[in-house]
Nanobody, 128 residues
C-alpha cells in the first residue's frame, strides 16, 4: 500500500507560479513511477506529467509542456510539480498518483495511465 499526500495548491494570478508537492509513504518510493493528474469541474480527468523511478525520464501533456516541470527526491519520498506561466484553464483539482515502475515499457502511453495509488488532491485556482 502507498499513501500519497499533496500540498502546495492555492490561488494565483494568471502568469504566476506554484509548486505542488506529493509525499509518499508505505512502500519504497524509489521503486515507483509517479504522475500528476488534474480534473476540473464538469471535465474528465487529464494527465499532466509523469516521472520514472530514477527521475531521468519524464512525460508531459502537450497542454503543459514548456510550462510545468515534474521532479522527485527519492531521499525525501517526494515528487514535485513546478507550474509556471499559469493560465486560467489550468484551474483544477490536482492529484498525484503512483505505481510500480514497469521496466519493460517506456512509452508515453505506459506512464499517462494505469496508476494504482492516488492522493486526495489539492486545488489550484488561476485567476484572470
Amino acid at each position: 500500500q502507498v499513501q500519497l499526500v499533496e500540498s502546495g495548491g492555492g490561488l494565483v494570478q494568471a502568469g504566476g507560479s506554484l509548486r505542488l508537492s506529493c509525499e509518499a509513504s508505505g512502500r519504497a518510493f524509489s521503486s515507483l513511477a509517479a504522475g500528476w493528474f488534474r480534473q476540473a469541474p464538469g471535465k474528465e480527468r487529464e494527465f499532466v506529467a509523469a516521472i520514472r523511478w530514477n527521475g531521468r525520464i519524464t512525460y508531459y501533456a502537450d497542454s503543459v509542456k514548456g510550462r510545468f516541470t515534474i521532479s522527485r527526491e527519492n531521499a525525501k519520498n517526494t515528487v514535485y510539480l513546478q507550474m509556471n506561466s499559469l493560465k486560467p484553464e489550468d484551474t483544477a483539482d490536482y492529484y498525484c498518483a503512483a505505481k510500480v515502475d514497469d521496466y519493460s515499457c517506456s512509452t508515453y502511453a505506459c506512464y499517462s495511465d494505469g496508476y494504482n495509488y492516488r492522493g486526495q488532491g489539492t486545488q489550484v485556482t488561476v485567476s484572470t
